[in-house]
């Protein structure tokens, strides 16, 4: 992040909540232009200090809405939460059987005191029929767990050196996330975030920046882009940059040795130790 960009996050999260902080109420409270705030607090949002949303007031006038973050993607966090919010769990309610329609009456007879005499049987209640087996709802998976899927496309892409870093791969879904906020045609699935993160790790462990690396995925979008991810993956693949050579190191600095005085002449000159100098010594 630029320097220009954290000067301003700075400046922002001091303000008093509920302050201005658009570009030309920026421009009237610090001695920066507005071409230059403009670009810091794209920037910050970017990098997650700042979330901008449209909101309509009452009027029918739509204003934009800027809450600013003292913590890096907390925007992204705080709306991932959301929309992660659990809903009611749903109660599976077992459908009501309903009962056999009661038979017809037969017509009374009058009971006679002598033994009955052979009367048709009563029409007797069909046994209920089973009802069919309820479906059984697919369990939902646990939020810690992610399922196992096919990716939606099958590029193949380069993998890290060092898979296993876990700031790293989150730096990578949220820049895969953010592509939305450059070009609303890119907008990927968690699906396709989790398979492109991992080439996109290799673009960071090869020293590439973060918006050096967003650059390069959304420059000359074509018209039409009917698979963002497909299109992303094809250029992690066919773009990933070559591994930087390390800079040559300068060598050790070694202190000379310091002044000491002469203990026949008082001359001074550098020696480790103290003692006499040259021409003082036999």
């Not at 960009?5 to 920066?32: C, E, N, Y």
């Not at 990098?47 to 449209?54: E, K, P």
């Not at 592509?179 to 590439?208: N, Q, S, T």
């Amino acid at each position: 992040m630029s320097f220009l960009a954290r000067m301003l996050g700075v400046f922002i999260q001091s303000m008093p909540s509920g302050t201005p902080i658009g570009i030309k109420d920026l421009k009237k409270r610090l001695s920066i232009g507005e071409t230059a705030i403009a670009k810091g607090l794209r920037e910050l949002v970017l990098f997650g200090y700042l979330d901008r949303s449209l909101e309509s007031l009452p009027g029918g006038r739509i204003v934009t809405r800027t809450v600013s973050y003292n913590h890096p993607r907390a925007a992204t966090v705080a709306r991932c939460r959301a929309e992660r919010a659990p809903e009611a769990p749903s109660v599976a309610v077992p459908p009501l059987r309903e009962e056999p329609p009661a038979p017809p009456a037969s017509a009374p007879v009058a009971p006679s005191p002598v033994a009955p005499s052979p009367v048709a049987p009563s029409p007797v209640a069909p046994s209920p029929v089973p009802a069919p087996p309820e479906p059984v709802p697919e369990p939902e998976p646990q939020p810690g767990l992610e399922p196992q899927v096919t990716p939606a496309v099958a590029i193949r892409l380069p993998a890290p050196r060092d898979p296993d870093d876990p700031g790293r791969r989150r730096l990578a879904r949220e820049v895969l996330a953010e592509l939305r906020r450059v070009d609303p045609r890119l907008l990927l699935g968690e699906r396709d975030v989790r398979y492109l993160a991992g080439g996109v790790e290799v673009w960071l462990e090869r020293g590439a920046g973060v918006q050096a690396l967003v650059a390069a995925l959304t420059a000359k979008l074509p018209k039409r882009l009917r698979n963002p991810a497909g299109f992303i993956a094809h250029r992690l693949a066919e773009q990933v940059p070559p591994p930087l050579v390390p800079l040559p190191r300068a060598p050790a600095f070694v202190p000379p040795d310091p002044f000491v005085n002469c203990t026949k002449c008082e001359r001074a000159f550098r020696s480790p130790t103290p003692g006499t100098c040259k021409g003082c010594s036999p």
